[in-house]
Structures are given as C-alpha cells and as structure tokens.
C-alpha cells in the first residue's frame, strides 16, 4: 500500500508514526520543511516539501500511484481542493480533514464522494462525542461502547481500597464472565497482563465488559458512583458545542466564555445551556458561578496550559471529575501524572479514525487509547479465517495482544482461553500500534 499524508501537524505526524513501523510506503507532504526535517530524522519514511494543491507538486509524489491520499492539513478548503485534485490525478482513495459537521450529513456525503473526496473525518465532533460518553458515567476515566452498546471499554484509577488489588491473573480470581482485565497502566509503563501480574493501587486499569455489569466493575475497583447534573465548560469552541449536542437535556450546562460575540452567539445556538461572559481562569470567577457545587467541569479551549491549570483548580474546588483538551501531545503525560481524570486530544482520535481506513481486513472499528500505548481494534471474523480455526488459547496470538470479548447475535461477551471465534463474531482486540497488522493476519 502507498500513502501520501498532506499536512505535517500533530494528526499528520501522529498518523504517519503508526503507519511507519508497518510495511507501507508512507510520503508525507508539508510546506514547512522544518517540520519534515523533524520527522525524517526520526523516522523512516518519505518526505517532500510542497503545497497539495498545487498539481506541479502532487505530480512529483506521483499522487496517480497512491492507493489513499490523506489531507489533514489545519485548512478545511485546501484539504478539500487537494483531495479533489488527487482523485483527478489518479489516487485510488483521499480523505480531507474538515470542520464543518453540515458536510457529513449523506446527501453532502455522496455530493463530495462524486467530487473526488472520499472520506471526511471531523476531529472537534470526535473530541466531542468522546466527552459527552465520559460525563455518562461519574467514575470512570473513559467509557467507550461497541457494537450499539453490546460491549463496553471503561477505564478508571484504583486506590488502595479496591479488592482487586494484589491477586495474580493466573491465581484464578478473575476467572469470571463480568469483566475482563485487557490493559493496564503504571505510571509511565503499559501493561497487557498475563499469569503473573497483578494490579496496583493508583494503577489506571481497562475493563472489558457488557454494560449491565457495571455496578459490579465499580465494587471490585472500589469506586463510588454519583449523578452528574451539574457540567461546567470553560470555552465554548467547537470541541464543546459538539460536547452540548449529545449530553442529555436533563443535565445542568454552564459555560463561560471569555469572547462578548462568541457568547452571544452561543447563547443563541442554545436554549439548554446557561452562557457566562466570563474568564474561567479566574479563580474568583469560578467561585461566583459556584464551581463548588459543580459535579463535573471540561476544560476545552485551544490552550493546552490552561485547560490544565484550569482542571487543577476545580480539583482544588472538589469537583470530582475534570476532562481536558490537551491539544500539545507532549503534555498528555504531564496531565496525566496531575491526576486529570480524563484527557481528551482530538488530533490522536482523528489519527485513530484515519488509520482503520489503511487497514485490509474487516475491520469495522479502531479507538486509540489516549493514555496508554495501546490500540482499540473491532475485527469482524470471516469464514475460513485463522481466528476461528482454534480457542483463543491455542491461537499463538501475538506477544502483547488481548482479546477482550465478542459480540454474537448483537450480544456481548467477554472472553476467556476456551472461547472458540465463530464467523460472524464481532472481536474486540487490545494491542500496541505496532501489532496490528500481525493481528490483522488473523482476520483474512
């Protein structure tokens, strides 16, 4: 397979270090040089300094032998025009970055497929679903749901009260069918856990199981539940209307927003929403909107520091959970060691969109874990493909790769080594970034 990536941002980058630990030949194309300099000193793949709309330049990266050609640079116009120039000059798939969800409705879909785009990816409404499915459930860190809800990923901190602590894998106790353990995190150090280890108090645990089994989820990792009705949003970008669109109307929504016309305008779009003309960084100013009596607060502007700063200062206020947009992702460690309850960075989500699309097999999903060096993969087996062949536990899967359950018939399952894979099953996979294309093998 060949790639060209135009745009060598944060989702331009981020997509291209994925795709380069794999057999595919990736270009990525960016005016800034420097900003490719970086990458090719790094990494291994092509690079060429141009404009993708300019035909001269698409021509030099032979755009006509591309099998998808990816525009992510930060200009919704000039992905479209360069995708559309793309398909002309012969690339057999292109996908543009966009910021407009009016696009993505089908009858705009089908009218930009005839124009030669595509695939269109809206990171911002990504970022916002994601934030949206976090406030849903007061104890977790992250809640992502497949297959209409069949199966859930939920992902929180344990302290040392939880029952799970201390209790090696291979000793038996978590030889249940409510959940399944498929990754864990340890300060900087991601675990998928075999026989010998165990969870730790403050380890960030990843639970796969059906969303009735929840309550009991929460008991073993010691956690208490509690109503959000209150959400506080300190800016009112992109990232949280599309938040507002899919929260419940029962929920109390207050934002502050330090732009005069941005707010009247917000408070315009929506009726459901109280919107404050005010700065969120000011501490006093979060005191006078009663940031005390604030179930859950988001932290979504542009600036990474003070969404940060922010999300500490309603901690310090006891609200229980704080999500931020950590848009630099050099500082998505640094928030996490902060005890941020949730992080939310829409240019890794949208890379995670992209890449499915690289993929060969049935794959009909895949979320990356933002806080852990891991991958979400939904496969759907096939007939005759080797993942049906044997029980998970003689499949000789690869190292560092977890099956955490299926869905058969619209009903979920978690799995364990004597489950047998039938056609038609719905797989839900954990592993690094750099195992995927092993397990994807399995698929065929």
Same mark, same amino acid.
């Given at each position: !397979?060949? =790639?060209?990536?135009?745009?060598?941002?944060?989702?331009?980058?981020?997509?291209?270090?994925?795709?380069?630990?794999?057999? &595919?030949?990736?270009?990525?194309?960016?005016?800034?040089?420097?900003?490719?300099?970086?990458?090719?000193?790094?990494?291994?793949?092509?690079?060429?300094?141009?404009? %993708?709309?300019?035909? $001269?330049? +698409?021509?030099?990266? #032979?755009?006509?032998?591309?099998? +998808?050609?990816?525009?992510?640079? %930060?200009?919704?116009?000039?992905?479209?025009?360069?995708?559309? /120039?793309?398909?002309?000059?012969?690339?057999?798939?292109?996908?543009?970055?966009?910021?407009?969800?009016?696009?993505?409705? %089908? @009858?705009? @879909?089908?009218?930009?497929? #005839?124009?030669?785009?595509?695939?269109?990816?809206? %990171?911002? !409404?990504?970022?916002?679903?994601? =934030?949206?499915?976090?406030?849903?459930?007061?104890?977790?860190? #992250?809640?992502?749901?497949?297959?209409?809800?069949?199966?859930?990923?939920?992902?929180? $901190? &344990?302290?040392?009260?939880?029952?799970?602590?201390?209790?090696?894998?291979?000793?038996?106790?978590?030889?249940?069918? @409510?959940?399944? &353990?498929?990754?864990? $995190?340890? $300060?900087?150090?991601?675990?998928i856990p075999s026989g010998q280890d165990e969870i730790k108090a403050d380890d960030l645990v990843y639970f796969m199981t059906m969303p009735q089994n929840l309550d009991f989820v929460r008991e073993q990792a010691g956690k208490e539940d509690y109503a959000i009705k209150n959400v506080m949003f300190m800016g009112g970008g992109k990232i949280v209307r599309e938040a507002i669109y899919q929260i419940p109307a029962h929920v109390n929504k207050k934002i502050l927003e330090r732009?005069?016309?941005?707010?009247?305008? /917000?408070?315009?779009?929506?009726?459901?929403?109280?919107?404050?003309?005010?700065?969120?960084?000011? &501490?006093?100013?979060?005191?006078?909107?009663?940031? #005390?009596?604030?179930d859950a607060f988001v932290a979504a502007t542009s600036n990474t520091e003070a969404n940060i700063l922010a999300c500490l200062a309603a901690k310090r206020f006891g609200v229980r959970k704080t999500i931020a947009e950590v848009e630099n992702i050099d500082y998505i460690m640094l928030a996490e060691s902060l005890d941020i309850g949730t992080v939310i960075n829409k240019k890794i989500i949208a890379a995670s969109y992209i890449y499915q699309i690289t993929l060969d097999a049935d794959v009909l999903d895949v979320r990356n874990l933002i806080s852990i060096d891991a991958e979400v993969i939904e496969f759907k087996a096939k007939e005759k493909s080797k993942i049906t062949k044997s029980k998970i536990k003689d499949l000789r899967l690869p190292d560092n790769v977890n099956i955490g359950g299926i869905v058969r018939e619209n009903v979920g399952f978690v799995v364990n080594g004597n489950t047998q894979i039938l056609p038609g099953d719905h797989v839900i996979v954990f592993c690094p970034a750099s195992k995927i294309r092993k397990i994807e093998t399995f698929f065929h």
């Open positions: !397979m060949r =790639i060209i990536i135009a745009g060598a941002g944060e989702v331009g980058t981020h997509l291209a270090k994925l795709l380069v630990h794999e057999n &595919v030949e990736t270009t990525l194309m960016d005016e800034n040089s420097e900003r490719l300099e970086n990458m090719s000193a790094n990494y291994d793949l092509l690079i060429h300094e141009g404009s %993708p709309t300019s035909i $001269k330049d +698409l021509k030099e990266v #032979q755009v006509n032998e591309a099998d +998808l050609f990816i525009a992510v640079t %930060p200009y919704e116009n000039e992905n479209m025009t360069a995708c559309m /120039l793309a398909n002309n000059l012969g690339a057999k798939t292109t996908l543009a970055r966009i910021d407009n969800y009016e696009y993505l409705q %089908p @009858k705009n @879909k089908l009218f930009f497929e #005839q124009l030669g785009v595509n695939h269109l990816i809206y %990171p911002e !409404m990504l970022a916002g679903r994601e =934030i949206a499915e976090s406030l849903k459930t007061s104890w977790l860190r #992250q809640y992502l749901s497949f297959c209409d809800g069949a199966l859930a990923l939920v992902a929180c $901190k &344990v302290r040392s009260n939880a029952v799970i602590l201390d209790k090696k894998f291979n000793t038996g106790y978590f030889d249940h069918e @409510k959940y399944r &353990v498929v990754a864990i $995190k340890r $300060k900087s150090e991601t675990i732009d005069k016309e941005k707010s009247y305008y /917000l408070a315009d779009k929506f009726n459901d929403a109280l919107v404050i003309n005010a700065d969120a960084r000011n &501490v006093d100013i979060l005191k006078e909107e009663g940031i #005390q009596d604030t």
